[in-house]
């Protein structure tokens, strides 16, 4: 992933004025810093949720930059998985069904998407909530489910906007051992921005976003 | 999208839309009180008088299909905002309104359709043969065309917006 001469305002307030970025494959890359410093905006500009205002980023070879919403859409569910910061699952589908959707998208035929489910569920320990609506769960089980529906596609890099934030240490341990594991052996590209230690300890590289935007 | 998705009333992308029941019932029940009216007015009426009624049964059905989609998706941003984040592309959630829409819409319009005819033919005592056929399936064609125009308006208003 590359970011080149990327600019990005919301108005009169500027989050990043020429910021060039690679992220190698495979490589662990954690980003530290206060709260309102930027960081969910680079989660989500490297996710294409947000269009940089000026500037060019590189995902996979293809500049997502370019494209237009349904291909970046498209682009998404095949090669990211996000675990965003504010809950997104939808409340009145159950757990195994937010954790198909994107294979749904993807139009993956029923039987396929099954096995890939019921996988993804196991991994993170939430099989036993697949019949339970998703706005009945806890904030912490919901981040769990939105762990498994990003890891369902089996995609080549995982974005985590503070992972560990709403977990307690029990669930803090099921998401490092995630996280040590996908990055160890399956040369998964992680992006993870997050203020616990034990996540930053875990990536090969942090890098810190010092200042707040004003 | 396949045709089973596109049809999928209770599937998972209708469901995060929060289409309900009761959307079904009133898109059924708009289309079958045009397409009665209709068809009953049809039974009365010239040529000329009948293709203005056919026009009317289209715009009223297409507005009122359109003005429930833009609704429908003007209440679900954050639903439509989620699943986008995900990789739905707009048709594959337009397409759960679509086909919504389109099959409870339809089924009112025939049985508007019928009823109208039926009731025409009893008020104005007309036998009930080729020609109300033609004028039933007149204002069939027009009211699920309509739902089908109005549907896919009512997604182009909202994604533009």
Not at chain 2, 47 to 56: K, M, S
Request: net charge positive; with cysteine; charged share 20%.
């Amino acid at each position: 992933m590359v970011l080149r001469h990327v600019r990005k305002s919301y108005g009169a307030s500027e989050v990043y004025t020429d910021l060039h970025f690679q992220l190698l494959k495979g490589t662990f890359v954690a980003l530290a810093g206060p709260i309102g410093s930027g960081k969910t905006t680079l989660v989500n500009m490297f996710a294409g949720i947000e269009r940089p205002t000026e500037g060019t980023i590189i995902v996979m070879g293809q500049d997502i930059t370019a494209m237009d919403d349904d291909a970046l859409a498209a682009f998404r569910a095949k090669t990211i998985g996000l675990v965003p910061q504010v809950q997104t699952l939808i409340p009145e589908l159950t757990v195994y069904e937010n954790v198909e959707l994107p294979l749904y998208f993807l139009k993956v035929d029923r039987d396929a998407r099954k096995k890939k489910v019921d996988a993804a569920m196991s991994r993170v320990g939430v099989s036993g909530e697949a019949k339970r609506a998703a706005g009945t769960l806890s904030v912490g089980e919901r981040q769990m489910v939105s762990f498994a529906r990003a890891l369902v596609n089996d995609p080549p890099i995982l974005l985590l906007d503070e992972p560990t934030e709403a977990l307690d240490p029990l669930m803090s341990e099921v998401v490092l051992g995630l996280l040590r594991g996908d990055n160890m052996t399956e040369g998964r590209t992680i992006f993870v921005t997050t203020h616990d230690r034990k996540v930053s300890d875990l990536a090969r590289r942090t890098l810190r976003v010092s200042k707040k935007i004003p | 999208m396949k045709a089973g998705a596109l049809l999928e009333r209770g599937g998972p992308v209708a469901r995060s839309l929060r289409i309900s029941g009761s959307t079904h019932v009133m898109a059924a029940a708009i289309s079958a009180a045009v397409s009665l009216n209709g068809t009953i007015a049809l039974q009365t009426l010239g040529v000329l008088g009948q293709a203005a009624v056919v026009a009317v049964v289209f715009l009223s059905v297409a507005a009122c299909t359109a003005a429930i989609s833009v609704d429908i998706l003007g209440r679900s941003t954050k639903a439509v905002s989620d699943l986008r984040s995900i990789g739905a592309s707009r048709w594959s959630i337009s397409s759960a309104l679509f086909g919504s829409m389109l099959v409870y819409g339809a089924a009112g319009s025939f049985l508007g359709g019928v009823v109208g005819a039926t009731a025409g033919s009893a008020l104005f005592g007309g036998a009930l043969g080729a020609q109300t056929l033609a004028e039933v399936l007149a204002v069939l064609a027009a009211s699920v065309g309509a739902v089908a125009a109005g549907a896919y308006a009512g997604g182009r208003i909202t994604w533009r917006s």
